[in-house]
């Protein structure tokens, strides 16, 4: 149980953590930290938040669970902004979806208080944002790392770990460095893939006829690039030394595939597409039996 | 009006063919050459045939239109095997996802009687396949590209249009070659990536954990890689020169990618994905409205 929660920023993230929260009977009152005083009102109607706070210093009385939920580059300057007002019990977490870098952030505002911030990031959203998309069902199911430092005591880190299992998280710990190693590979670098794909297709004299003829497959190889540039452009500078060794691994395969390709060579081909089609059923078989529930795949159009 | 129609293959593309014709009134009656005595014996009991053929010799009397159906490998043999029993009057076209090497095998295969060969290819499809994933409604709305031959006549050009037209597909014309170079770029080329991506996690030492932190994303941009090795392997070769062009412009562009990554150059990135954002969203808009997208102008900011 919570009793006074901070969500510094309403959006999708931070408002379904408080829905969840409150749906769950697990927090007292919710406090919010939000520059945009649109967002701030819509998240006090659809009862998000109790309390609008205009300065850290209020937001922070008393407060027992901090959630960042702001965009990633701010980490460092909120945290700055919330260190002279941070009461000896409060826990500090966040969401982002790199961790060295807001380790760093943390570390360099917070000094020797660092052992309250215990780093997170829920494996959840959707292309909507903002108040109104929040709900308290978005974490049910997912996945929330944690990436607890040395200095975190158990129970701080067991606060944070009881709030995302109260909205239905399965909560996971690792390193933040396997964590940045992780997501560069299974999501970084496929957003940079369709990036990659659609800007090229794009550029093309012919590029209306190309899309003319794109049909379902295209469409959700590429639905990853319908993502906001902006956060996109931060993951990426966040998670530049992961994500440049997991480009180079790639750019290697495909230059292997190439090679297989030029030299007309079906039998290396076939090898390499029966072996990612195998890997994937593998990994849907596991999913299915697994747990999480996902939501129904269209798999024909 | 298709008085006799000759399949062969009757799975998934052939069967929903001779299923959509028969809905629509547009055939008289559908005779099966079909290798497997399974898939055959399902076809006549689901009435995607009424006839089963021993030899291409009965198959072809009397047949207005014939459509091949079968790995895209055998049109050279299937065609050479249909030759000696081959009417004045019918006309035969072709289902493959390639056309140029399609072409070929079939002026190789018919020499004087290529006329009588319309080449086609129905953007339609799914991951499942055989007489039992036949349906009326598989080309509803979807799109049929022709790639007519200098020396079809244009009344064979107009029977296996009115037929895809009666099955409720859209058709288009294009040359074979425009053909390939489009399907290279919004196909070939993602499906050859999708594999490249699952194979290159699968491959790793820690590929259990990569795997288990990915998610709804990863799995919508790798479906493709769901669908057949063997399927793919053959298109990959048939298509092999324009496929090798895409995806050297692709690498061309992955490097581009790479050297801003690497002199975090959060700008250009920015640049890349926001392009990208906005060229698929015009294309949504475009297929949401009905109406063929426009080129989609690409903003140098």
Chains 1, 2 share one sequence.
């Not at 749906?23 to 967002?39: D, I, M, N, T, W």
């Not at 090229?200 to 319908?226: C, E, K, N, V």
């Not at 790639?250 to 007309?264: E, F, G, I, P, V």
Request: net charge negative.
């Amino acid at each position: 149980m919570i009793g006074r929660l901070v969500i510094v920023g309403t959006g999708l993230i931070g408002g379904s953590f408080a829905l969840a929260l409150k749906a769950a009977g697990q927090v007292g009152r919710v406090a919010a930290l939000e520059r945009s005083p649109q967002a701030l009102a819509r998240a006090l109607e659809r009862g998000i938040a109790d309390e609008a706070c205009a300065t850290p210093e209020q937001a922070l009385r008393g407060a027992d669970l901090v959630l960042l939920a702001a965009p990633v580059g701010q980490t460092g300057a909120l945290l700055a902004s919330l260190l002279p007002h941070l009461e000896p019990h409060t826990v500090v977490t966040d969401a982002g979806s790199t961790k060295c870098d807001v380790v760093a952030a943390a570390r360099a505002a917070l000094g020797e208080r660092i052992g309250q911030f215990v780093p997170g990031h829920p494996i959840a959203g959707s292309e909507a944002n903002g108040p109104d998309a929040a709900w308290a069902g978005l974490y049910g199911g997912k996945k929330a790392v944690l990436t607890p430092l040395p200095e975190n005591d158990p129970a701080a880190v067991e606060r944070v770990a009881g709030a995302w299992r109260a909205c239905g998280a399965l909560v996971h710990t690792l390193s933040a460095g396997d964590h940045d190693r992780v997501f560069a590979a299974v999501s970084h670098l496929p957003h940079l893939l369709a990036y990659a794909l659609v800007d090229d297709i794009a550029a093309r004299p012919h590029a209306g006829m190309l899309f003319q003829y794109a049909a379902s497959g295209f469409r959700d190889f590429t639905r990853i690039a319908g993502s906001s540039p902006e956060m996109w452009r931060d993951i990426s500078l966040a998670n530049r030394d992961a994500l440049l060794a997991e480009l180079d691994a790639y750019l290697a395969q495909l230059n292997s595939l190439r090679a297989m390709l030029a030299a007309a060579d079906g039998r290396a081909l076939e090898t390499v597409f029966a072996s990612a089609q195998r890997a994937r059923q593998a990994w849907l078989d596991a999913i299915e039996a697994g747990s999480p529930p996902l939501p129904p795949h269209r798999d024909t159009e």
